[in-house]
């Protein structure tokens, strides 16, 4: 049995680049969620039992009345079952959870040292406690008889307070199938091997073993914490799309590449303080907070700097990851547990409206989506307009007072453009020269799709879905649009944008990044349900796939 | 895709139709030097015969240049500075930025500077304004991405002091006291602000609520502290009165341009005229250079007969009597009717009777 499992599953979610822009939005934290499906277990057990390496654990025995303290260290290694039938957990209404499951090849190797080098810690824990060589007063070994015999494990367990304490009668039954050897205490096997004191053994042995998982637990849990600098996968998109700009006619859209450059943000997942772990007949549910930080939110943050302690981002960004694996981290989002839809799948991670949009505005506010539009008279007009008109550009700047929205709708996305400003001006010499300004309303409609080439979840926009509607925003100036001109603009440009998603439909959006040792995670369905991104998965036992 | 061209068409004409038409017309009433050249831009007046300014076309001479505008003469200042911005005479400096970074360099105190070319700053995206008082020495500049920022420093001190600005820094002048007083634009409108390099900023005092500017230039001569601001809004040229030592507003009158029919007030160059000082400035409808004076106790627009999209980065060198001797840069510059040029300075004497 191996419980050594930290960094096994890491999970993270990845927002990814690309087109539209948009602008605002508040600083605040959002929920992410996960659920882990009954399904599961067995697989987990699989992946446990793939492991040659046995858990160590080292404690000081303090609380048996009249023995003193004794330092024990031992090796624990076992199969868990990997049967549906055998390996189960049922909810209680007191919020706790009974896990059954069975071992099989237990073996429990250990030594027994007088005294403890540190008084301060309490039995069950697994903290460094040192060991003094000439205090060892014997070898011990317990272990299963019959090699086919099987130990039901049966653990109830508090989600709320990461406690675990093993269900009294699958002690007894535990006790009745081990055996207890002490090396240099040979008369006192058998004694030890009495049922009451067996059962007293396996008992007190539970205790602590359940307090060390429960620490174990809340370990690994907490170090569930992910955070990624978004410029350096935003970076690495871009270059692999080479979507730098697209042309139709005269009309060129840019993209910012010098922006996207500098662009420093730093997406952070990490498990809510409370209210982080529920359990139900639907699955384990795990709750995180998530959050962008620029620069700046991350100089306001005091963090803890390594020796340097320079102002760099990526210095800062790991600070942030220390950070968030302790328990210092910073207030959990105000947080609502959503209705989870019954599923199969083994595990779903869920992104609600507001987190999808928050880092859509977060993106914006960095000016990372910007576009530039430029219209070439010259090029265009050639022989029909004035020959004196001729390399003047006139410059369309594309820009919003707001981020482009995800509309989530019964079963799709839509991709909602709003409060849009285009200004239209003369761009010469180092000035653009303003003519006015047209108000933009964008609706398009998207699916949802995993690309396995990006590994994105990735939206799929509907061209024939695009529409527009403009309104020039003329404030006490004299309008200079008549219907007519704002028709012709809302034509050209549902041409030109059709044209644009038909050339270039994907818009990639968050990259699930699952960092696994001894497992491959594969998504199985990606939808829009019930207000937020619902995305299954599957776990493959075996090699971890890239 | 026969639609879109038929729609295109009609589209630049309506682009075509923004601007107010006719755009060109002919008079040589200037002069042009080095046509040749691609010379002109951001251009800084020396003395009376001489500018600063960058030449960056294919043919030499290149860089940041100093030409004689009577003789035609030009030397090169720094042969490196062919992508010059920004350039701004302060004392005995030259400052002016290259991509993003603000160079400043010795100028006319005889020592050959090019070894002494200071890089002062990056990142920056516009060097608004230099001001140099007692020992300070202020940069107005906007940051990449970041924002509008004063920086100063004491002497040669190798770290400068940053001020934020709340939104942006329009123009700068400097106070007898060692501050500078800047025209700042924030959400509530705009504002004449004193800043210390040490102190940071003081007092102030509402220009125009509302209101908002990406160009003016303060002066100040006989007449008194002048400030002229081109209002974003409003598309109109204001001029400013104000007394220096109480900061306050004496008038602000729109001088030249239509509210919300115009666009005027880039480019601007004072010079004194009486009892109130003359502006030159460029029209951002009709691409021209236009002025406007104090005359018969009104404010008198007119546009000075120049063919060309021109009147950008406009420079007065002096005033021999009624005589105003001006530069300006010619986006393009119309010589007969089919003889075009592009990126010129041009030279012109107006009368000012």
Not at chain 2, 71 to 81: L, Q, T, V
Request: hydrophobic share 40%.
């Amino acid at each position: 049995m191996n419980f050594n499992y930290r960094n096994s599953i890491g999970i993270a979610v990845v927002c990814m680049l690309c087109i539209s822009s948009a602008s605002a939005a508040a600083t605040n934290q959002f929920s992410l969620g996960i659920v882990i499906r009954q399904g599961v277990l067995k697989k987990l057990a699989q992946i446990v039992n793939s492991t040659a390496e046995p858990l160590n654990l080292r404690y000081c025995m303090s609380s048996v009345p009249q023995l003193g303290k004794w330092t024990v260290d031992a090796e624990f290694s076992g199969q868990l079952s990997n049967s549906d039938s055998n390996s189960n957990w049922t909810s209680t209404n007191n919020g706790a959870v009974l896990l059954e499951t069975q071992l099989q090849n237990l073996s429990i190797k250990g030594t027994l040292y007088r005294g403890c080098d540190y008084e301060t810690l309490r039995d069950g824990s697994t903290g460094d406690l040192v060991i003094s060589p000439e205090r060892r007063f014997t070898g011990f070994e317990v272990k299963q008889p019959d090699d086919n015999s099987s130990i039901p494990i049966s653990v109830w367990f508090d989600p709320a307070n990461f406690l675990a304490k093993a269900n009294y009668i699958s002690v007894v039954a535990a006790a009745s199938i081990a055996q207890i050897k002490v090396e240099d205490l040979r008369v006192f096997s058998s004694a030890l091997n009495g049922e009451d004191l067996k059962i007293s053994i396996f008992t007190w042995l539970s205790e602590l073993g359940g307090r060390a998982f429960g620490i174990w637990l809340k370990e690994q849990f907490r170090g569930m914490s992910y955070v990624e600098n978004l410029g350096d996968l935003l970076r690495e998109h871009r270059n692999r799309s080479e979507l730098v700009q697209f042309e139709q006619g005269a009309l060129k859209i840019t993209h910012s590449k010098g922006i996207l450059d500098q662009l420093e943000l730093a997406l952070a997942v990490y498990p809510r303080r409370l209210n982080s772990l529920f359990l139900s007949p639907k699955g384990i549910e795990l709750y995180f907070n998530a959050l962008i930080l620029n620069h700046e939110d991350l100089n306001q943050m005091n963090l803890p700097l390594s020796n340097d302690r320079s102002d760099n981002f990526q210095t800062r960004v790991s600070a942030l990851k220390q950070w968030l694996g302790s328990d210092l981290a910073t207030e959990d989002t105000t947080f609502t547990r959503p209705q989870l839809p019954e599923n199969q799948s083994d595990f779903s991670m869920f992104m609600t409206e507001p987190l999808v949009n928050h880092i859509m505005d977060r993106l914006y506010r960095e000016d990372l989506l910007s576009f530039r539009t430029t219209v070439d008279l010259g090029e265009s007009t050639q022989g029909l307009l004035i020959k004196e008109l001729a390399d003047v550009k006139m410059r369309l700047d594309l820009g919003s007072r707001r981020a482009p929205h995800l509309k989530f709708q019964a079963d799709r996305l839509n991709l909602q453009v709003s409060d849009y400003i285009l200004s239209l001006g003369t761009e010469i010499e180092d000035r653009i020269i303003p003519a006015t300004h047209i108000q933009c309303s964008v609706n398009l409609a998207a699916d949802l799709t995993f690309d396995s080439a990006t590994r994105s979840i990735t939206l799929v926009m509907d061209p024939n879905s695009f529409s527009i509607n403009l309104q020039e925003l003329h404030g006490n100036r004299k309008q200079k649009l008549e219907k007519e001109d704002l028709k012709l603009l809302e034509g050209l440009a549902k041409s030109f944008w059709e044209k644009y998603f038909q050339s270039y439909p994907k818009l990639a959006l968050f990259r699930p990044v699952f960092q696994t040792d001894r497992a491959t995670i594969r998504p199985l369905d990606l939808k829009v349900q019930d207000g937020m991104i619902l995305m299954d998965f599957e776990i493959v036992p075996g090699a971890a796939s890239k | 895709m026969t639609t879109y061209r038929i729609a295109s068409v009609f589209f630049f004409i309506f682009l075509a139709s923004c601007q107010s038409k006719p755009l060109y017309e002919s008079s040589q009433a200037h002069r042009s030097i080095h046509p040749e050249l691609d010379i002109g831009e951001y251009s800084v007046r020396l003395n009376e015969k001489e500018i600063l300014t960058f030449s960056r076309g294919q043919k030499e001479p290149t860089g940041l240049v100093k030409m004689n505008i009577e003789n035609g003469n030009i030397e090169i200042i720094d042969g490196n500075a062919k992508a010059g911005k920004d350039l701004a005479l302060e004392s005995s400096w030259l400052y002016y930025r290259i991509e993003d970074s603000i160079y400043r360099r010795p100028f006319g105190t005889g020592v050959d500077a090019q070894t002494l070319v200071q890089k002062i700053s990056s990142g920056v995206e516009k060097l608004k304004a230099v001001t140099i008082v007692n020992e300070f020495e202020y940069l107005l500049l906007k940051k990449e991405k970041v924002g509008d920022f004063l920086i100063c420093r004491k002497g040669d001190s190798s770290e400068y002091v940053s001020h934020t600005i709340p939104q942006q820094g329009v123009a700068m002048r400097a106070l007898e006291n060692g501050n500078v007083l800047l025209l700042i634009e924030n959400t509530s409108g705009l504002y004449l602000a004193e800043a210390g390099c040490l102190t940071g900023f003081g007092r102030s005092v509402l220009v125009e609520a509302r209101a908002q500017s990406n160009y003016a230039k303060f002066f100040e001569d006989e007449s008194g502290a002048w400030l002229a601001y081109l209002q974003e809004e409003k598309g109109t040229l204001q001029m400013l009165s104000f007394e220096i030592k109480n900061l306050e507003i004496l008038e602000n009158l729109p001088v030249a341009g239509k509210a919300f029919e115009s666009y005027v007030g880039m480019d601007i160059a004072f010079f004194s005229d009486g009892k109130k000082p003359g502006v030159l400035f460029l029209n951002g409808q009709n691409l021209k250079l236009h002025w406007s004076r104090y005359k018969n106790q009104a404010w008198r627009e007119e546009p000075i007969k120049l063919t060309g999209a021109v009147g950008f980065y406009n420079t007065v060198l002096k005033r021999n009597k009624n005589l105003l001797t001006i530069t300006t840069h010619a986006f393009r510059a119309i010589n007969s009717e089919n003889d075009y040029s592009f990126e010129d300075l041009l030279v012109m004497d107006l009368d000012l009777r």
